[in-house]
């Protein structure tokens, strides 16, 4: 079986938390101990799971970065869900389902944020491209805190593709775009798809064509844009207070 290091403490505490993938090996390097490294090894001791001390030198050298706060764990590789899961786990949510796609976003950082976004805001899954766009490493779990163990995500070849098996599903596609009319001022409706593009190119033209709507932040300043992973979050809290108002 392929194995993976990662780490960072929120990102070992909730892969032992959640109990979705095989853990092989803890590696503990730490020092001081708090809530969150006594709950990590407790849960570690509970699976049986063997527990290497480490020197940091060494845990930077296995997981190949400096920030993993002296604790790494030794696990199964990720495991993407199926499109053909989530598209029912957001048409059955009663409190409104949503889906977040990606668009060739690269940086691990961006999309570590916008995983945990879209978990905490309530989506139903998200979705990456298998190519040119930043997959679950150990960066983006870093970034994600961990949300990546809960979050069901897709991976996909062909976003346009994705988009129109997702219209066919009766989501409403959103795509994020500087010329698109407020989410503010736009009605949406359940099940619906947040479709957020690259950093520096947005959504591509085919991606952006095939959107049932383009929408935007009202901003005010000189500088161009919002950063795409606070752009996400902004139009993820306002889709997370529709799906309330939706349940009441």
């Not at 889906?99 to 940086?107: A, H």
């Amino acid at each position: 079986m392929s194995k993976e290091i990662l780490g960072g403490k929120n990102v070992v505490l909730e892969i032992l938390r959640a109990g979705r993938r095989t853990v092989f090996r803890l590696y503990w390097a730490r020092r001081a101990r708090d809530v969150s490294s006594e709950e990590i090894l407790s849960l570690a001791k509970k699976r049986g799971v063997a527990l290497q001390e480490s020197t940091p030198e060494k845990i930077s050298n296995l997981c190949a970065s400096q920030e993993h706060q002296g604790v790494a764990i030794e696990v199964s590789p990720f495991e993407y869900a199926e499109l053909s899961d989530v598209i029912p786990a957001a048409q059955k949510n009663p409190k409104g389902g949503f889906i977040v796609c990606l668009d060739e976003i690269q940086d691990p950082h961006n999309v570590g944020a916008l995983i945990r976004t879209a978990y905490l805001c309530g989506a139903s899954g998200m979705v990456l491209l298998k190519h040119r766009q930043a997959l679950i490493t150990n960066t983006v779990c870093k970034a994600a805190a961990g949300a990546q163990e809960y979050l069901p995500i897709v991976q996909e070849t062909n976003l346009v593709n994705t988009i129109q098996a997702l219209k066919k599903n009766d989501f409403l596609v959103v795509g994020a775009a500087g010329e698109g009319r407020s989410l503010y001022k736009e009605k949406l409706q359940f099940p619906c798809a947040l479709i957020l593009g690259s950093e520096g190119r947005g959504l591509r033209r085919l991606v952006r064509e095939n959107c049932d709507q383009l929408v935007s932040i009202p901003m005010e300043g000189k500088v161009g844009s919002f950063n795409v992973s606070v752009a996400g979050g902004i139009l993820m809290a306002e889709i997370a207070r529709r799906k309330a108002d939706v349940s009441k």
